[in-house]
């Protein structure tokens, strides 16, 4: 596996956009994952899935997100209650800037499979370019470029649904899912309870239930919001440590990347196991 960082230009972001591309050392026409971290992380983790994924023939790209602990961003930036966007809006420059990625592995991407993927608020973030929206902003993000997705550890509906903290903070958790048409695998922990909702753990559930077309639900028993450890080999944040339970994400995930990148039947229904 080779890895590359680059800084692709944004200048309305206020901030270089850092991505980190991962590829296998050998191999063409390779499909792409662009990949949005949770809250805080950055271009260097997940590594866990990641790395598995570069293994198995996929080019991965991550983008750094300005919520990043690494950029430090201070509470009362002006563009902090815009990061829910700006997001949305990195993983776009990255599929707008394919060439400067492409210049990094010369003539091996193909560009007709792409999908995209995240964990935790990038999964919301991810999801907005399959079809989802935010209640109340009228604006469609879906991106043609994008195949299918995996959305792990997806918040769920908001309203009611969210617990007072969460409402007065994170106003844009309020996902629409109505019009997540694009296939997707929806990944959750039937032990992720959340602080942010006053639901239990099949809130994470929700962009399987509440979305149409093509879609496949797992659902892991005795997994945290961690899914046993998917955001890097040594994550201090990971209270369910379970490499078996990584192993099974791993295999999943790209068994379904594999088969959704190639041509989908989007007459195909729902698909849930556990």
């Known amino acids: 596996m080779s890895t590359t960082v680059l800084s692709l230009p944004a200048p309305s972001r206020g901030t270089d956009l850092e991505v980190r591309v991962s590829a296998p050392t050998t191999g063409d026409d390779l499909p792409v994952i662009v990949f949005s971290h949770g809250y805080g992380e950055s271009m260097d983790g997940y590594g866990p899935l990641v790395d598995h994924w570069a293994a198995h023939g996929f080019v991965v790209v991550q983008p750094t997100h300005l919520d990043s602990r690494r950029l430090n961003l201070p509470p009362d930036d002006p563009r902090t ?30 560009r007709s499979r792409i999908a995209v993927a995240g964990h935790s608020w990038g999964a919301q973030t991810a999801g907005m370019l399959l079809g989802a929206r935010v209640v109340g902003v009228d604006e469609d993000l879906t991106d043609s470029r994008v195949t299918t997705g995996v959305l792990l550890a997806a918040a769920g509906l908001g309203g009611d649904d969210l617990s007072p903290f969460a409402a007065e903070h994170f106003s844009f958790m309020n996902p629409d899912f109505a019009g997540m048409k694009t296939p997707a695998l929806i990944v959750a922990g039937d032990h992720d309870q959340s602080q942010l909702t006053t639901r ?21 028993f005795g997994a945290e919001h961690s899914l046993g450890g998917i955001s890097g080999y040594h994550a201090a944040e990971t209270t369910d440590e379970n490499p078996e339970r990584v192993a099974l994400i791993q295999r999943v995930t790209t068994a379904y990347l594999r088969g959704t990148t190639e041509a989908v039947d989007s007459s195909l229904g729902k698909l849930e196991t556990t």
């Not at 209650?81 to 193909?110: F, H, K, T």
């Open 200 to 220: 239990g753990p099949d809130w994470f559930t929700d962009a399987y239930h509440h979305s149409p077309g093509s879609k496949t639900l797992l659902t892991l």
């Open 81 to 110: 209650p815009s990061i829910w966007r700006i997001r949305v809006d990195d993983l776009i420059r990255v599929l707008d800037e394919l060439d400067a990625v492409e210049a990094a592995i010369p003539g091996r991407l193909d």
